[in-house]
């Protein structure tokens, strides 16, 4: 089973992008994707 998740700027902390992830993972998912509102890219986690 997958669950959807959103993926928070750790700078801005605008919230970018949705994903899927699995329901039994135990780790926590660290992306560096782009940031429109930095204009960079930058690590992305996910949301609480």
């Known amino acids: 089973m997958?669950?959807?998740?959103?993926?928070?700027?750790?700078?801005?902390?605008?919230?970018?992008?949705?994903?899927?992830?699995?329901?039994?993972?135990?780790?926590?998912l660290e992306l560096m994707k782009f940031c429109k509102h930095c204009g960079k890219q930058t690590l992305h986690k996910i949301s609480k």
């Open 2 to 28: 997958r669950k959807k998740v959103l993926l928070i700027c750790s700078e801005c902390l605008s919230r970018n992008y949705v994903t899927t992830v699995k329901t039994d993972s135990e780790k926590k």
